[in-house]
C-alpha cells in the first residue's frame, strides 16, 4: 500500500513544508496552524508553546529546560519548525537567538529581534565548543536558541565521538539555565552510540520524515510528559497532526521512514562481507544478477533462513536480493529468522509474485516485521551463565513446572549487551506506542514436519507508557519467548519428534499487533487459522480439498487455543453457509468472549463480546452479527445495534463480500508452490469500500493424519466387550495393544474442591511419563476438555502430560457441564494429529454410544502401585490395568474418519496382532 492511497493527494508545499492532501476535499489547505491569540487559553502557563498548536497538542507543548532535536532527512523540516517557534518566541517577548555554525542554507532568516551569531567549528572541538558556551553565559536563562544541523560538525571533526560530546557538554548546561533550544540531526549518518548518548540527553526528541504523499512527525521521546497518543506516528492533515492508528496504515507510513533501522560496524565475516558486497551490487541499480551475484544471493539466504532443502528452494525462487537485504537490514544481532519469520515471508512472496488473475498486493496488508537473530540467543545464554543449565535441562527425562518456573527467574533476571539493548530501543522508537507481539520463532519451528505448534511462547506487548518503560516491557517479553525454549512442552515435543540433538536455536519474530483501536481497546476485527484440507468435513457435500477456516472476532488467540465456553466459526470453503451445528446450536457453538488488549490498563484482556459492543457502533458490525429473537436467528438488523440479543455467526461476511473466496485462494496458491498443505494465521478486516484487507501471519507446512480414508470395522465383537463407541471423530487408526486406561468419571471431578482439579492434570502427567518408560501404550479418558485452560471444562493438562497416550477421550455427561470440543485448528489438535494420537469425544447418556459403565466401575484401581507418592488421588484418577481385569486381554480401538465411527472393546491376547 503506497502512503498517497491512505492519506488522499499527493503532497504540496505551504511556505516551504510539505504537507498532506485531504482525506475528503481538495478545498482544505493543509498546513499546521500557528498559535492565534484566541488559542493561547488553551496552553498552560506553565506551557511553552511552539509556534504550532497541533504540535503542542501532541508533546504538551515545551517546558523550560527542554532541548528539543529534529531527526530529519530534509533540513526544510526542521527550519519550517524553527521558524514558528522564533516567530512564537519574538510574539512572546523571549531572547531568540541563532547560532549558525554550518554551510548548509540558513535555517533561519534574519528577522527583527533575532541575533544571529556565527561560530567557526573548523577550529576543532574545544576552540567551537567553549565559544557556544560563551555565548551561553552570556545570554543567561530563559532564552531560546536555535542552532544548525549538528550532522555538519562530523564533516569538520570526523567523529561521531566528538559530535556526541559536544552536545552532552552542551545540553545540561542550556537545561541549568531554563533554555529551549532546538537542534537538527541527519537520519542514518551516525552510529549507534552517538546517537544513543544525544537521545539520552535531550529532553525531546522527534522524528520528521517524508512519505509519497507527506509529511509524517513522530515523537520518539518526550521527558516528563505521556499521553496514549503521544508517541504514535502523526501525519499532517487539514493543518493538524493526526495520529496514525491503523495497523496496515502505521506499518506503510513506518517502513517508508525506515528503510534501514539498525546500523552496524562491519567486519571481515561472510556475514558483513556478503551483506556488503550484494548491497555494493543492488545500489548499482542492475536487474539481472550475476552468476557471482545469484551465489552470494544464495549464500545470504541460507544464513537467513538455513538449510532446510524444501525452504531453500522457495527462497531461492521466491525472495528476491531486495527482500533479502531489507530482512537483514531489519535484524537485530546475527543469525537466522526462524521458521516462524521465513514461512510467513515465503509465503507473502509467494502471494505477491504467483497471485494469478488476482491482485494481492491490494489485499495483503503492508507488514513491518522485525527480527532477532538467533545468534542473540546464544549470546544471552553465555553472557548469563545459562547455557549449562540448558544443556542439563535438555537431557533430563522430565522437566516440572515448578522447575520451569525458576527457570524463568534465572532468564528474567538476564542482561544483554549494550549494544543490543540499543537496538532493542530503536525498535521501540520505531514502533511508538503501536502494540506489538514478541512471538518465538526458532530454527526449527514451522518448519516442514514440525510444527511445534504452541510450543514457545508468544507476548502481547500493549506497549503503553513512555519509552522506558516499552523497553522494559519489551526485553521481559523478550526473556520470556528465550526461556520457553526449555519449557517442558517443548522439550518433550523435541524427544517425540527425534529432535532432541537438533541444532535449536530461539530466533525471534517481532510484528505490529494487527488491528484498530476502539474505546480503549485494541484488537483486529477478525483473525483465525485456516488449512488447505478439511479434516473436519462435516457433511458429504463438503470438498476437503478446499479447505476450512477457523474464524473468531478479535485477537486469535481464541482460534488457537481451547478457551472457556467459546467455540469460533468453522467454515468451509467449499460450501461456507453450511455450519457443523443446525438450529438453535448454533447460539451454543458461538464465540462468546473476545480477546484484546486494553490500552488504557497496558495488558491483554477477555470481555464478554455483549460487552464491548454494547453501544452497537462497532464498524460494520451487521457482517458478523446476528439477532436472536423469539428463540429464531435472522441476519436482517433494523435499526441499531446492541449487544444483549446478538450472536457473532459472521453470516454476513460470508455472504456480502468475497473474504472466503479469498481465503480459498491463497491456500491453493500456497499449496502449489509448497508442493504440500500449508495452515496459515492470519488478520482481517473489512475496508470503507467493504473490501477484504489480510494481514498473513504466519504459514507452515499441514501435518495430515496417517489414516484419513476408510478404515474397516471389526464384525461381531460381543457386546460385553465393548467398552464404548463414537460417531464422531477426525482422526483415524487401529491399535491392537492397548494395556492401560486412565479413567476420570465426570461426575467424580464435578464434586472435587478447585485446588484438587488444580493438581489432577500434574498427576496426569506424572502417569503418563511414568507409562513411556514401561513402554506401554494407553488411553485417556477424561471429562470435556483435555487441555482447557478452565478447570471446571476439563482437566487443565499441557502437552508434556499427554503426549505418550494412544488415545484421547473426552467424555459428556449429561448436566454435568462438561461437553467435548473438536478442536480441529487449534495447537491441541495439531499436538494430537503430529503424535499420531486418535481423539474420541464419547457421550456415555446416549444409548448408541454402547458405554460399559460397569467395566470402569469395578475394575481395579492401581495407581497406588504405579505412583505410590499420588495414591491419595486415587478417588478421582482410576488407572486400569486391563491385563488384570480382563484376564490378559488388552484394548483395541479402531476408528473410522471416512464414515465417523470409533469403537473401543476388549481384544483376547490370541487375537493380538
Known amino acids: 500500500m503506497d502512503c498517497k492511497g491512505v492519506y488522499g493527494r499527493s503532497a504540496h508545499y505551504v511556505d516551504g513544508m510539505p504537507v498532506l492532501g485531504s482525506l475528503e476535499s481538495n478545498t482544505h489547505k493543509n498546513k499546521l496552524d500557528p498559535i492565534e491569540e484566541k488559542d493561547m487559553e488553551k496552553i498552560k502557563p506553565e506551557i511553552i508553546s511552539s509556534g504550532v498548536l497541533s504540535l503542542d497538542e501532541v508533546i504538551q507543548g515545551f517546558r523550560l529546560g527542554d532541548n528539543v532535536v529534529w531527526q530529519v532527512d530534509d533540513l526544510d523540516d526542521y527550519s519550517y519548525y524553527a521558524e514558528r517557534f522564533i516567530y512564537q518566541g519574538i510574539r512572546d517577548g523571549r531572547r531568540c537567538v541563532y547560532i549558525s555554525f554550518a554551510p548548509h542554507d540558513p535555517v533561519l532568516k534574519p528577522m527583527e529581534h533575532l541575533d544571529l551569531i556565527p561560530v567557526d567549528p573548523g577550529k576543532g572541538f574545544d576552540f567551537f565548543s567553549s565559544e557556544v558556551h560563551k555565548i551561553i553565559e552570556k545570554y543567561g536563562k530563559q532564552v531560546f536558541y536555535v542552532f544548525d544541523n549538528l550532522s555538519s560538525l562530523v564533516v569538520e571533526w570526523a567523529t561521531d565521538e566528538l559530535l556526541a560530546n559536544f552536545f552532552k557538554v552542551t545540553c545540561p548546561y542550556l537545561f541549568e539555565l531554563d533554555t529551549i533550544a532546538f537542534f537538527a540531526l541527519t537520519r542514518g549518518k551516525h552510529s549507534h552510540s552517538a546517537v544513543a548518548r544525544i537521545r539520552d540527553t535531550t529532553q525531546i526528541l522527534i522524528d520528521v520524515y517524508r512519505v509519497e504523499s507527506g509529511t509524517c512527525l513522530h515523537p520518539l521521546k518526550v521527558y516528563d510528559r505521556y499521553s496514549p497518543q503521544m508517541f504514535l506516528p502523526h501525519v499532517v492533515s487539514h493543518g493538524k497532526l493526526v495520529p496514525v492508528f491503523n495497523s496496515g496504515d502505521a506499518a506503510a507510513v513506518s517502513a517508508s521512514r525506515h528503510k534501514k533501522v539498525f546500523l552496524s560496524t562491519s567486519t571481515i565475516a561472510p556475514w558483513d562481507s556478503v551483506y556488503k558486497k550484494l548491497t555494493q551490487y543492488y545500489e548499482t541499480g542492475m536487474d539481472t544478477l550475476s552468476p557471482e551475484t545469484i551465489a552470494l544471493k544464495q549464500e545470504l539466504s541460507r544464513m537467513i533462513i538455513g538449510y532446510h532443502p524444501l525452504f531453500n528452494k522457495l527462497a531461492d525462487h521466491y525472495l528476491t536480493l531486495e527482500e533479502l537485504l531489507n530482512i537483514r537490514d531489519r535484524m537485530i544481532g546475527s543469525g537466522r529468522v526462524g521458521g516462524k519469520a521465513a514461512g510467513m515471508l515465503i509465503a507473502r512472496s509467494i502471494l505477491l509474485k504467483d ?33 549449562r543449565l540448558r544443556l542439563q535441562l535438555s537431557e533430563n527425562s522430565r522437566i516440572t513446572r515448578e522447575m520451569f518456573e525458576e527457570v524463568e527467574k534465572r532468564f528474567l533476571a538476564g542482561k544483554f549487551p549494550e549494544e543490543i539493548t540499543e537496538q532493542f530501543r530503536n525498535l521501540i522508537d520505531y514502533f511508538g506506542q ?10 526449527l519451528e514451522d518448519s516442514f514436519g514440525n510444527a511445534f505448534a504452541g510450543k514457545y511462547r508468544s507476548e502481547f506487548c500493549t506497549n503503553q507508557g513512555n519509552p522506558d518503560e516499552r523497553l522494559e516491557e519489551l526485553i521481559r517479553a523478550i526473556k520470556l519467548v528465550y526461556a520457553s525454549a526449555l519449557n517442558p512442552d517443548a522439550l518433550s515435543y523435541r524427544r517425540v519428534h527425534g529432535l532432541k540433538d537438533d541444532d535449536e536455536k530461539m530466533a525471534i519474530l517481532v510484528q505490529r499487533v494487527s488491528g484498530v483501536p476502539y474505546k480503549h481497546y485494541f484488537f483486529p476485527t477478525l483473525a483465525g487459522v485456516t488449512f488447505s484440507r478439511n479434516l473436519f468435513a462435516w ?18 488467540t481464541r482460534a488457537v487455543d481451547r478457551v472457556g465456553r467459546d467455540y469460533p466459526r468453522m467454515i468451509a470453503v467449499s460450501h461456507p453457509e453450511i455450519r457443523p451445528e443446525i438450529g438453535m446450536g448454533i447460539t451454543k457453538y458461538s464465540q462468546w468472549d473476545v480477546d484484546l488488549l486494553d490500552i488504557k490498563a497496558n495488558e491483554f484482556r477477555t470481555l464478554p463480546v455483549s460487552e464491548l459492543i454494547a453501544d452497537g457502533d462497532y464498524p460494520d458490525l451487521k457482517l458478523f452479527m446476528s439477532l436472536y429473537k423469539d428463540g429464531h436467528l435472522s441476519d436482517k438488523h433494523p435499526g441499531r445495534m446492541g449487544g444483549a440479543n446478538l450472536i457473532l455467526t459472521f453470516n454476513n461476511l460470508i455472504r456480502q463480500t468475497d473474504f472466503v473466496e479469498i481465503v480459498g485462494e491463497m491456500l491453493k496458491i500456497i499449496e502449489k508452490s509448497y508442493d504440500h498443505p500449508v495452515d496459515m494465521e492470519f488478520t482481517a478486516f473489512v475496508d470503507s469500500n467493504n473490501r477484504i484487507r489480510i494481514n498473513l501471519l504466519q504459514c507452515r507446512t499441514m501435518t495430515i493424519p496417517g489414516i484419513t480414508g476408510p478404515v474397516v470395522m471389526p464384525a461381531d465383537v460381543p457386546r460385553e466387550n465393548i467398552l464404548f463407541s463414537s460417531s464422531k471423530i477426525i482422526n483415524g487408526g487401529v491399535i491392537n495393544d492397548i494395556r492401560y486406561i486412565v479413567y476420570i468419571d465426570p461426575r467424580v471431578y464435578a464434586g472435587i474442591e478447585e485446588h484438587v482439579k488444580k493438581s489432577v492434570g500434574r498427576v496426569v502427567g506424572r502417569i503418563n511419563e511414568r507409562l513411556r518408560l514401561e513402554g506401554v501404550r494407553f488411553i485417556l479418558m477424561g471429562p470435556g476438555r483435555w487441555g482447557s485452560n478452565n478447570i471446571d471444562l476439563g482437566v487443565n493438562t499441557s502437552y508434556s502430560d499427554i503426549d505418550n497416550t494412544a488415545v484421547l477421550v473426552e467424555i459428556a455427561r449429561e448436566g454435568g457441564g462438561h461437553t467435548p470440543e473438536v478442536s480441529y485448528g487449534t495447537h491441541f489438535f495439531q499436538d494430537l494429529v503430529e503424535g499420531h494420537i486418535i481423539y474420541i469425544p464419547v457421550y456415555p447418556d446416549i444409548p448408541e454410544s454402547e458405554f460399559n ?20 488421588f486415587s ?30 472393546y476388549l481384544n483376547p491376547p490370541d487375537l493380538i496382532s
Not at 854 to 861: L, R
Open 853 to 872: 459403565e460397569e467395566f470402569f466401575e469395578v475394575s481395579e484401581n492401581v495407581l497406588a502401585e504405579l505412583l505410590p507418592d499420588d495414591k491419595k
Open 875 to 904: 478417588s478421582v484418577i482410576k488407572l486400569i490395568d486391563v491385563q488384570s481385569s480382563a484376564d490378559g486381554a488388552y484394548v483395541a480401538v479402531v476408528a473410522d474418519p471416512q464414515n465417523q465411527n470409533a469403537i473401543c
Open 539 to 556: 457433511t458429504p457435500r463438503i470438498d476437503p480439498e478446499k479447505g476450512m477456516i477457523r474464524l473468531v472476532f478479535g485477537l486469535g
Open 355 to 387: 497471485g494469478g488473475h488476482r491482485d494481492f498486493s491490494g489485499i495483503l496488508e503492508p507488514h513491518d516485521s522485525f527480527y532477532i537473530g538467533s545468534d542473540v540467543f546464544f549470546t544471552f545464554l553465555v553472557n548469563n551463565y545459562l547455557f
Open 434 to 443: 503501536a502494540p506489538i507481539i514478541v512471538r518465538s520463532s526458532s530454527l
